[in-house]
């Protein structure tokens, strides 16, 4: 099988060095996976700030850094409610927990379960049923129904155990899993502990720390239970992500093509045939069942032809067993005849092809790539990224995920600290300072913690203010520990306590900075109220990547600026009014879980710098200065795209123009605020403002 001829050998080079090429290397898979990390423990640090006990995972090909810009990969999120308990054994039952009993019998399908509900004051089932959610089977135990999370995340679609958000036009969708986490290793997959393949792979370590993770149960059952509604998939990902991240580049870049295949040949109109965790499983029972020494670069194409011998062996036989839990058959109840005949027709074609299939893919333009590499078209026809610019895209990606995925952590730190007294928010930063334990707490630590900082300081200074118009030594030093979260935001609020207690120049001084330091690098809006489409980059925000390294998040983002109403002191009253931009009307069209931030004072940190350059020259009596500030405040409303809070600028730059004594171009700046957000717009009340007082002037 393995005695390749010549062309094989070469042909796998080339494709090797194709791969490299369009991003599947050491470097982009480090940085794929480091982004992931990074999230995991920013979510896992607001989580216990938010005193929230769940806990995400992210998951799937972005996790493992098995897949390139053009397949453009779905992020997974696994969300795990921690305030249940799954119990496989009596003992593992705790007090005050909602206990399920998690049930494997005849009637259940291999790697599903039934969860039968227990009582909360001892260890014992539960006689009746308490609500809709549960059932009462044949033998009197009360079973939870998986239909109790569908549709639980707003705005989502169901899929299967997931719900989908479609991410607008430049973002990735995202499928959210729910979960509930398992006391114990499943007793099914214990077989997979002692198993032993051809190369000894994965090894023992691999195992032990596969083990030593979690496993969940998820709300889907399978296409051939009996009782669909009653089923929990058992799920193994964590330990599945062990393993994958223990692959070799030769292992992820033949995962790569397996995938490119799949959506390419075998489900091209995004059928759900064959998925690509199928496609997954396949690869890691090859990788079980051959040598180690198979799994290198000049033997690339061989051990894809493997990969696809066996992915049609499991068609054919409508089976292919989930990798550690092997009873749990993922082809079960998947394939029509017509559907099985269809794809192991093309599987069949792919292989006799001997590699011309390959030359046809699109994706990263592997098929070109791979045509000029062999010699069979001139490289001078095609003008493709060079793999500096395909990490540059990379590295530019892993920023603004992280930056954008900061500050959607910010916005729900910010929620909960809109609701806590002053003690309890300090409470809350003693907390932060906690989350030092290794590496990656470190770096989420060091991007949360400023903004947190802030805040607090904010909030403190908004206290002295309204007490003794005052700020205290302590806010200045929470306020000063925050500066460097961004470019922008916490100075612009460092500026604007200034600017409310009547200290001009050093307002005017972090404003000046400010505005130096924003133009001197490629700077990109970072805004998580609510789902905007992402900031398009630049090229000279990808080289600054590159360039600034570990402080390009502090360099190049510039977050929106957000007061809750603590802070209210520190705000110019001309934002203030945004605290209150909600009628009872309004309320019934605002969104529970995801618009509390419309009970803030929230603006794009580029208009609030030429607001409060207006107000403080004005101040200052700088006049010239002054209409400088407002006609740059007018010409980012005008040209800036990447606006997030337009509405909130332009309801500002209406105030600048009623303070010109220009009351028609106020009206206007009013009217097109309400053509951005029609319903929770404070710009009605400064239109009936207006209007009554040129009313009274006349």
């Not at 000046?512 to 630049?538: D, L």
Request: proline share 3%.
């Amino acid at each position: 099988m393995f005695q390749e001829p010549d062309y094989r050998e070469n042909l796998s080079l080339m494709l090797s060095e194709v791969l490299h090429d369009i991003g599947v290397n050491e470097r982009i898979v480090m940085i794929s996976r480091i982004q992931n990390m990074l999230m995991e423990t920013m979510d896992y640090i607001t989580d216990r700030l938010n005193d929230e006990n769940g806990t995400v995972y992210y998951l799937g090909s972005r996790s493992e850094g098995t897949t390139t810009l053009g397949l453009n990969s779905d992020i997974d999120a696994l969300n795990c409610v921690n305030d249940f308990n799954l119990i496989q054994d009596w003992s593992e039952w705790e007090h005050g927990k909602k206990n399920y009993f998690m049930i494997q019998d005849e009637n259940t399908t291999p790697g599903y379960c039934f969860l039968q509900l227990l009582r909360y004051d001892e260890p014992l089932p539960v006689t009746f049923i308490p609500n809709d959610d549960y059932i009462s089977d044949t033998s009197g135990r009360i079973l939870l129904k998986n239909t109790i999370m569908h549709g639980v995340i707003k705005g989502a679609v169901d899929h299967g155990p997931s719900n989908a958000l479609i991410g607008q036009q430049g973002a990735c969708d995202t499928d959210y899993v729910l979960a509930y986490p398992c006391k114990s290793w499943p007793q099914s997959a214990s077989g997979w502990l002692g198993r032993q393949g051809i190369g000894r792979w994965p090894t023992q370590d691999m195992r032990r720390h596969a083990t030593s993770t979690r496993c969940f149960v998820v709300p889907t059952g399978s296409k051939i239970s009996e009782y669909p509604e009653l089923e929990w998939r058992i799920s193994t990902s964590l330990a599945e992500r062990c393993v994958m991240l223990n692959l070799n580049i030769t292992q992820i870049r033949c995962c790569v093509l397996l995938k490119m295949i799949l959506k390419y040949f075998l489900n091209p109109q995004a059928e759900i045939n064959i998925s690509s965790f199928m496609c997954k499983t396949v690869l890691l029972h090859c990788i079980e069942n051959t040598e180690p020494s198979i799994w290198k670069e000049n033997n690339l194409f061989t051990c894809l032809t493997y990969c696809l011998l066996e992915l049609h062996s499991c068609v054919q036989n409508d089976s292919c067993s989930h990798f550690i839990i092997q009873e749990n058959n993922l082809m079960a109840g998947q394939f029509t005849d017509e559907t099985k005949h269809e794809l192991s027709k093309y599987i069949t074609e792919f292989i006799q092809n001997d590699g011309h299939g390959l030359l046809r893919m699109d994706f990263d333009d592997l098929g070109q790539r791979l045509q000029v590499k062999l010699n069979m078209v001139p490289h001078g026809g095609y003008n493709f990224r060079s793999s500096l610019e395909i990490y540059e895209i990379n590295l530019s990606s892993l920023y603004q995920n992280i930056a954008t995925h900061v500050g959607g952590c910010n916005v729900l730190v910010l929620e909960h600290l809109h609701n806590q007294n002053i003690r309890k928010m300090k409470q809350s930063v003693c907390k932060l300072m906690t989350f030092s334990d290794n590496r990656l707490q470190h770096a989420a630590f060091k991007f949360l913690a400023p903004f947190i900082f802030t805040t607090n300081g904010s909030v403190m200074a908004s206290s002295s203010i309204g007490e003794n118009n005052q700020v205290s030594p302590e806010s200045l030093l929470w306020l000063s520990a925050g500066l460097n979260s961004d470019i922008s935001s916490s100075r612009l609020k460092l500026a604007s306590v200034f600017y409310s207690t009547r200290d001009m120049e050093k307002a005017e001084l972090i404003l000046r900075h400010t505005k130096q330091q924003y133009y001197s690098y490629p700077v990109i809006p970072i805004c998580r109220c609510w789902q905007k489409p992402p900031t398009q980059v630049t090229a000279e925000f990808m080289r600054a990547c590159i360039e600034e390294s570990d402080n390009s998040i502090n360099h190049l983002t510039s977050f929106c600026v957000s007061f809750i109403q603590k802070e209210i002191n520190c705000v110019p009253h001309e934002l203030q009014y945004e605290m209150f931009r909600s009628t009872q009307d309004d309320m019934i069209h605002r969104e529970l879980y995801h618009d509390f931030w419309m009970d803030w004072a929230v603006v794009d940190s580029l208009p609030f710098l030429y607001f409060l350059q207006y107000k403080v020259y004005r101040h200052l009596q700088r006049h010239q200065d002054q209409q400088q500030a407002l006609n740059k405040l007018i010409s980012t409303i005008e040209i800036d795209k990447n606006l997030g809070h337009r509405e909130t600028a332009l309801n500002i730059l209406g105030q600048c123009m009623e303070q010109e004594n220009r009351p028609q171009q106020a009206l206007k700046c009013y009217l097109l605020s309400l053509q951005q957000r029609a319903r929770n717009n404070v710009a009605n009340v400064h239109i009936c403002k207006l209007l009554c007082r040129v009313l009274t002037d006349r």
